[in-house]
């Protein structure tokens, strides 16, 4: 995959930046968004297509972009279709913050240093070009004002918007509350985009629920009711090391 036009990750979280504050707006669910725009990313790259409520690999090569190629080997790793709302839901820790240094390295944000009740050490970040965020927000405002079927790209970006809170924050306000509605119906237009928006508001809602199992094999006896299935294994990104309460403090 080339570098010559950005990623959904990457627009996504320019979406979020807030130019005044350089702060993240819906930070909560801004890392489930992020996890969910790899794998639409994927799935335009052509590298994973949805299986009913999972995803499965269908092509394992690499993209060339090391964040989405981390995400699909992980993905290939399991062996089996995944099912989105259990790749979604899995610990992400440092996903935004991997992104924003990723946007800062090629030249689309700089860190700005600061401190927290003037102690605590923060890093904001500032668009180097507010045009970018301008034309992928236009993208949005066309697919609204026109109603013409937006491409997939920018559906699934709409899908995602809506999905992970971003409504309030690109049209606030009373005034703002017909792009909304015209925003969430957006996400029709792209199926793996839908499934990935809907997806990360079942994990925000917490219906994330476990897939049925199959009855027991004869001589085994199925878990009690107050026994809980193992867990799934961790996925994605991998989990960054806690610090203490001093630590950097990001952007959020």
Not at 28 to 45: K, M, N, P, R, T
Not at 136 to 145: G, V
């Amino acid at each position: 995959m080339g570098r010559s036009r950005r990623t959904l990750p990457e627009e996504l979280l320019l979406l979020a930046l807030d130019p005044t504050t350089g702060t993240t707006a819906q930070p909560q669910s801004l890392d489930l968004g992020l996890a969910g725009a790899q794998l639409v990313e994927l799935a335009l790259a052509g590298r994973i297509a949805p299986d009913g409520d999972r995803i499965a690999v269908v092509a394992p090569r690499p993209t060339g972009d090391p964040t989405l190629d981390c995400a699909l080997e992980l993905l290939r790793r399991r062996g089996a279709p995944v099912r989105a709302v259990n790749w979604i839901g899995g610990p992400r820790l440092g996903l935004r913050q991997t992104y924003l240094s990723h946007l800062e390295r090629c030249g689309m944000v700089h860190a700005v240093e600061g401190q927290m009740c003037g102690v605590l050490p923060t890093t904001r970040y500032q668009a180097t070009d507010t045009a970018i965020s301008r034309e992928i927000k236009a993208r949005l405002d066309s697919a609204i004002r026109t109603g013409v079927p937006p491409d997939p790209r920018t559906a699934a970006l709409a899908a995602l918007a809506h999905a992970v809170g971003l409504g309030k924050h690109l049209y606030p306000g009373n005034e703002g509350r017909s792009s909304r509605s015209r925003l969430r119906d957006l996400i029709r237009h792209d199926p793996m985009g839908g499934l990935v928006a809907h997806a990360v508001m079942d994990v925000q809602n917490g219906a994330a629920a476990q897939p049925r199992r199959s009855p027991a094999p004869a001589g085994r006896q199925a878990p009690g009711p107050g026994v809980r299935p193992a867990p799934e294994p961790a996925r994605g990104v991998p989990a960054q090391p806690h610090h203490g309460s001093m630590a950097r403090a990001v952007a959020h």
